[in-house]
């Protein structure tokens, strides 16, 4: 009774609780990625490391973060010839009008965009995919991919 009742107060005595299921998910993707590190020689993803352990992707990168440190504001990032950055300083508020009126200008050039411009950006910057993923799926060339994102682009810089 005593030894659970130790382990139970060092679980839960964290800056933050987190539920035992969270950590028990952090704890498995965790050795999962070792694992995986040591079997492919490289860093593997969350989607890997999702796909190993049945869980959605989500579920993992909450509970990876669930079970980091918390840092303080005051902690500093940067600090030469005595100017010294904060996490604080780094942190802004951005709702002011200029990032909403950017926020809509943004949507609006967005969606002058044919569906198949759309197509392409969210594949590639929404899904991470890489030009040559995006032309296999679409069933264009590499080369195509690269002229309609760089068209679309050009697009939505001179929408806003």
């Known amino acids: 009774m005593i030894e659970g009742e130790v382990k139970r107060h060092i679980r839960d005595s964290g ?22 590190t040591a079997k492919l020689g490289r860093e593997p993803t969350v989607e890997e490391i999702s796909g190993v352990l049945g869980c959605k992707r989500e579920d993992v990168v909450i509970a990876l973060e669930a079970v980091s440190e918390p840092v303080s504001l005051y902690e500093p990032v940067f600090s030469e010839s005595g100017d010294t950055v904060y996490v604080l300083d780094q942190i802004g508020d951005n709702n002011d009008d200029i990032n909403w009126l950017n926020e809509i200008a ?4 967005i969606s002058s965009l044919g569906s198949r411009e759309k197509k392409i950006l969210n594949l590639r910057f929404l899904q991470g995919k890489t030009q040559v993923e995006v032309a296999e799926e679409i069933g264009i060339s590499q080369a195509q991919v690269s002229r309609l994102e760089k068209g679309a682009l050009n697009k939505i810089k001179s929408g806003i």
């Open 15 to 36: 800056q933050i609780r987190v539920s035992r299921s969270l950590r028990d998910v952090a704890y498995k993707a965790m050795q999962t990625k070792e694992q995986l």
């Open 106 to 109: 943004l949507k609006d050039a």
